[in-house]
Structure formats: structure tokens, C-alpha cells
């Protein structure tokens, strides 16, 4: 995705980031407890881009129903108690859309957001799910929010018979600015862990969930349900994080939340 246009993700693309999510060569493993690892890769010294790896075994969980969660971004807001806004802007093709995404950091870092092309892909009994930022003129960067930038992110998952699955994320991100180190060690030893069983435990739930809302629409199944405006790629741009604020959070301490639990 390093070109000047914005272009959707062939199969080529869908196979390369298969093999990297596979590969282990050149990665550092971080965590490894139970039924999660965690890999870390170090990239250039002095540059703030931050690129991780994790993988989880999904007891009880279909490879059909973790690809559902996943796309649900009505379900989303149940479960993901790090999301502050998500939203779809608009489809691209069958396979590919457009949206927004804000989370909460860590305190006392800034919230961030992004704004990502995403594509998806089923193959045999596994899905690919991936995305990378672009720009969209009706979306500039929020004031009160850091616009961080997706490199390419995404999910794989593997069907380990028909109850349970191996999901693994990757995600090369920058996040626009000097983090500490204790961020990018609690990501790789508490955030990510975290936030892979809490995917693992909506999966669990999700089932009894959807019969209750709406259950039979799943336009990442059937795309002719989906009810998001057109958008031409020409109104979509690269992302260059260089065009971004980068601000140095470097020296902040981690805020404990004692104050809160009163």
C-alpha cells in the first residue's frame, strides 16, 4: 500500500498477509500464557511505528461466527468497551468498504482515530479480514483526537474443525507520536491479551445476540443487503502519516486509576 493511489487489496495481497500472519521468522515472541501468543517486530530505531502479532486458539467458537463479531459494528458497541465511535462511510465494492474508528488510549495518553479501507476474503474454510488508512475529505483529523495511522492491519481465521477456531492479528500502525515504553510493553504484554479473549468471549455470546437483532441481515455475507452509499475511489487518498500531527508523549508516567474505583 506504499503507492500514491488508493487501491483495493487484490488476492495477491489477501496471500501475502496470510504468510506474514503464518511466519515467525523475525519475530520477537513477547507473550506466550495459556492459549495466547503475542510477537513483536522491531523496526526502525527512532521511528514511532509499532508492529505486533497475536494469535489465539477459540474454544467454542465457529470460524464462520468469529468472522461474523468481527463485522458486526452493531455488535461492536457492545463489546468493545476501548471503541469511543465507529461508523461505515460508504462501500467500494462487494469485498470492500470505508470507515471510522476511535479508541481510548491509555491514560493520560490522547484518544486516537482512523479512518480505514477495508477489505475482506474468504478462503476455503478461512477468512481474511485487513485494513490501511486513507483520507477522506468529508473526515478530517478531530481536535480533541490524534489521527494515527494503519499501515495494514487485520485478522486471520482458521477453522479448527466446526466448534473452534484460531484467530491471529496483525497490525503495523503508527501512531503519530513518541510513545513510552510502558505503552508499547503493555500492549504487547496486557492490551493485546486482553483484547483477544475479550473478542474470543463476544463470540460466545454473540450466537443469541444476532437472533435478537436483526438476524438475517449480514451484508458481509450478502452484499446485496447493505444499504451504505457508493464511493468512488477517486474521492479516497492515500494516508501519509508524515502530513499528520506528531506529538511526543515520550516522558508521560502511566496514570493510575485509583482516583476512579472510589
Known amino acids: 500500500m506504499s503507492g500514491q493511489t488508493v487501491t483495493i487489496p487484490d488476492d495477491q495481497a489477501f496471500a501475502s498477509f496470510k504468510a506474514e500472519c503464518l511466519c515467525e521468522e523475525g519475530w520477537n515472541m513477547t507473550y506466550n500464557k495459556g492459549v495466547v501468543t503475542v510477537w513483536a517486530q522491531s523496526l526502525e530505531e527512532g521511528k514511532s ?10 474454544k467454542d467458537v465457529s470460524a464462520d461466527t468469529m468472522y461474523d463479531v468481527l463485522h458486526d459494528i452493531e455488535y461492536r458497541k457492545k463489546w468493545d468497551t476501548n471503541v469511543i465511535e465507529t461508523f ?19 491514560k493520560p495518553l490522547r484518544n486516537r482515530d482512523v479512518i480505514t479501507l477495508r ?12 485494513n490501511y ?22 485478522y486471520m ?12 492479528y496483525m497490525a503495523q500502525v503508527d501512531p503519530r507520536g513518541s510513545l513510552p515504553k510502558w505503552v508499547v510493553n503493555k ?17 460466545v455470546k454473540y450466537p443469541e445476540w444476532k437472533q435478537r437483532h436483526n ?10 443487503q447493505t444499504t451504505l452509499p457508493s464511493i468512488p475511489l477517486s474521492e479516497l487518498s492515500i494516508q501519509r502519516a508524515e502530513s499528520l500531527e506528531n506529538i511526543d508523549e515520550s516522558s508521560l508516567a502511566e496514570a493510575h486509576e485509583r482516583e476512579d474505583s472510589d
Open 187 to 203: 500492549s504487547s504484554h496486557f492490551l493485546a491479551p486482553c483484547a483477544m479473549k475479550k473478542i474470543c468471549k463476544a463470540c
Open 215 to 224: 438476524p438475517a441481515f449480514k451484508p458481509w455475507l450478502y452484499p446485496e
Open 49 to 58: 511505528i509499532h508492529k505486533i502479532k497475536c494469535r489465539m486458539l477459540c
Open 119 to 130: 477489505s475482506w476474503l474468504p478462503i476455503g474454510k478461512d477468512y481474511i479480514i485487513m
Open 157 to 168: 481465521i482458521q477453522s479448527q474443525g466446526p466448534n473452534n477456531c484460531t484467530l491471529t
Open 88 to 106: 461505515d462511510i460508504g462501500k467500494l465494492t462487494v469485498n470492500a468498504d470505508v470507515g471510522y474508528y476511535s479508541w481510548k488510549c491509555p
Open 133 to 154: 488508512s486513507i483520507k477522506h475529505a468529508k473526515y478530517p483529523p478531530k481536535k480533541d483526537m490524534v489521527r494515527a495511522v494503519s499501515i495494514q492491519t487485520g
